[in-house]
Nanobody, 117 residues
Framework: VQLVESGGGLVQAGGSLRLSCAASGSTFRINAMGWYRQAPGKQRELVASITSGSHSTNYADSVKGRFIISRDSAKNTMYLQMNRLKPEDTAVYYC???????????WGQGTQVTVSS
């Protein structure tokens, strides 16, 4: 499974951005997908995840009510709609897919999101 993110950029606090993650390869083996982020000097953290099939979602407390994760299975694409952005949301955002019986992980290259105050 290969992943390519897009949609990052610079936005003012309170603004919105939408990230996209296009999956290719053995996408039928994907069990779940998620968005992670890593700010300078901090560990990578889970932002939101979504399962295949039922599309059940899970969010980090810090983004609940502001971010929405979704998937378009027909397009093999996952999205992260980010609203009411805060400077502390500034980070490199990574797309992740867990696939196969052994739940192997695939990562995208990352996309920078910068929120100015």
């Amino acid at each position: 499974v290969q992943l390519v993110e897009s949609g990052g950029g610079l936005v003012q606090a309170g603004g919105s951005l939408r990230l996209s993650c296009a999956a290719s390869g053995s996408t039928f083996r994907i069990n779940a997908m998620g968005w992670y982020r890593q700010a300078p000097g901090k560990q990578r953290e889970l932002v939101a995840s979504i399962t295949s099939g039922s599309h059940s979602t899970n969010y980090a407390d810090s983004v609940k009510g502001r971010f929405i994760i979704s998937r378009d299975s027909a397009k093999n694409t996952m999205y992260l709609q980010m609203n009411r952005l805060k400077p502390e949301d500034t980070a490199v955002y990574y797309c992740n897919a867990a696939f196969g019986i052994l739940a192997r992980n695939s990562w995208g290259q990352g996309t920078q999101v910068t929120v100015s105050s």
